[in-house]
């Protein structure tokens, strides 16, 4: 509408009903501009020697912010580190800590990178270091993708390369609900399937709080073991009736919505949750029964954790329709993750659209990372190594279960462990994320770190999960160091 005709328009348009609208007058937009432009340098930045830890704590007190908590709570707890080898994370002072959860659950190989994995990334940042893999053809994709289908089920026969495990979990919902046609994804409460909008709300433990208003199509169930009342007299009769409630939980969804069940082999964040072998054959017989795709998240368990390539493999049977991983595929050296397929879902998609993507995705350097990391685990045989700890492992934490009263039970395989911590009335120290940590807690990590460990610590659970490559001696050092801990929550 130009100036003159709106002029004429306005001024002989009559009030009258049923007329032709009158809009409002056309307001001028108020702009307030600011400056733009970059700043100078800081003279920190420019020099090129090494921060002193009061220039790191400055720096990020001013400018880093922090993500499942507040910053400012999160980053006064938070401890510096400078660098590692082996096992140890050492600080600014060079004390020398255990690192008695592997950061997230995910430095499998520890701080001291080896030779050959060091070299190859070395070699592929020479030679090409990136290509986008949603549009190219190379050989670090090639050979990771077959040294995957080497180590999984024979009838796991395709994969891709995303960045993170929540992009994996991210690539598996959306291959399952393109793949069926359907919308639903059936995931557990205490689940956690990653920190984006999908995964997130497809995640069933506190942090599902910060997406819940997201997306749609995520229907929760009961994890087995459930907090407040028991599925049965004994683990049989308890084993059929959870699957009976899924079941029924299938049938009022309506089977024929349900594009997927998407759990974890082994549910970590949540406590190291550990399915009897009836559970997931049964999960996986409901699945089957009303043509429902099996999704396993092996984010966390996957690549040697429990003592197998993949944790699914220590059950009898259990083939996914979809899995994912991440942390250990890399020893998170570099970010990568990956996404297996069954092959009836990968011929899908030979002819079909996935419809997904990120510009990391399939990087040649963390592509030959993860290469040369699960080779190194075969030629040094760190599977059976995990193996023979997991002896030692139980035997400790048997230990530990006995003597400290703070400690109400615990659950273990392979190298990942979990206790579940109780107070004076005994039952479970609950937190959620605004949660402050109660005063034993406070004084357990402390001591922790007064001992030389340090752990990822959330009540009400305790999570033991070294690097994989710890020796029987260092492994029982770090008990004896939890055990003296452990008394100053004793009641």
């Not at 432009?37 to 090129?48: A, D, R, Y």
């Not at 999160?74 to 096992?87: C, N, P, T, W, Y």
């Not at 984010?299 to 259990?318: A, C, D, H, K, N």
């Not at 999570?463 to 008990?479: K, R």
Request: proline share 4%.
């Amino acid at each position: 509408m130009n100036k003159q005709f709106q002029k004429y328009f306005f001024s002989t348009q009559q009030k009258s009903l049923n007329q032709f609208y009158i809009p409002n007058k056309v307001q001028p937009l108020q702009f307030n501009p600011q400056s733009n432009s970059p700043g100078t340098l800081s003279p920190k930045i420019q020099k090129n020697s090494p921060w002193t830890k009061d220039e790191v704590i400055e720096s990020t007190e001013k400018h880093v912010v922090f993500t499942w908590g507040a910053t400012d709570t999160m980053r006064k707890s938070a401890k510096d580190f400078v660098r590692g080898e082996g096992i140890y994370l050492i600080d600014y002072a060079g004390n020398k800590y255990i690192d008695w959860t592997s950061q997230a659950v995910s430095n499998n190989l520890g701080y001291t990178i080896p030779d050959s994995i060091h070299d190859a990334i070395s070699k592929q940042l020479k030679t090409l270091p990136n290509l986008y893999g949603g549009l190219t053809i190379s050989e670090p994709k090639a050979k990771l993708a077959q040294i995957l289908n080497d180590i999984t089920p024979s009838n796991i026969t395709g994969f891709l390369f995303p960045c993170t495990g929540s992009d994996a979990n991210e690539v598996a919902i959306r291959a399952a609900r393109r793949f069926t046609g359907k919308q639903k994804i059936l995931t557990r409460y205490k689940s956690y399937h990653g920190g984006s909008i999908g995964s997130l709300t497809a995640t069933g433990d506190f942090r599902r709080q910060f997406a819940e208003n997201g997306v749609s199509g995520f229907v929760k169930f009961f994890d087995f073991q459930a907090m407040q009342f028991q599925w049965g007299k004994n683990q049989e009769e308890s084993i059929n009736n959870y699957l009976a409630y899924l079941e029924e939980l299938i049938i009022n969804e309506g089977h024929h919505t349900v594009a997927a069940i998407m759990i974890e082999t082994i549910t970590g964040s949540g406590g190291v949750l550990i399915n009897p072998d009836g559970v997931l054959r049964g999960i996986r017989s409901l699945c089957d029964k009303y043509k429902i795709l099996l999704i396993l998240d092996e984010v966390m368990v996957g690549l040697g954790r429990t003592g197998e390539f993949f944790s699914f493999q220590s059950y009898e049977g259990i083939v996914p329709d979809i899995f994912t991983c991440a942390k250990g595929i890399s020893a998170s050296f570099l970010p990568l993750s990956g996404v297996g397929f069954s092959k009836e879902i990968q011929d899908y998609f030979r002819t079909n659209a996935l419809g997904w993507g990120t510009t990391f995705q399939a990087h040649p350097v963390s592509c030959v990372c993860g290469l040369e990391v699960i080779k190194y685990m075969i030629d040094k045989e760190i599977i059976q190594h995990v193996k023979k700890l997991e002896k030692t492992m139980h035997k400790r934490m048997e230990g530990l279960l006995q003597k400290h009263n703070c400690l109400r039970q615990g659950r273990g395989r392979g190298l990942f462990g979990a206790f579940d911590i109780v107070g004076k009335d005994g039952q479970l120290i609950q937190m959620n994320y605004s949660d402050p940590n109660p005063e034993p807690v406070i004084k357990f990590k402390q001591r922790l770190l007064e001992n030389g460990i340090f752990m990822w610590v959330r009540a009400p659970v305790l999570h033991c999960a070294p690097p994989l490559i710890i020796t029987e001696s260092e492994l029982n050092d770090g008990f004896d160091r939890l055990d003296d801990a452990l008394k100053v929550m004793d009641h």
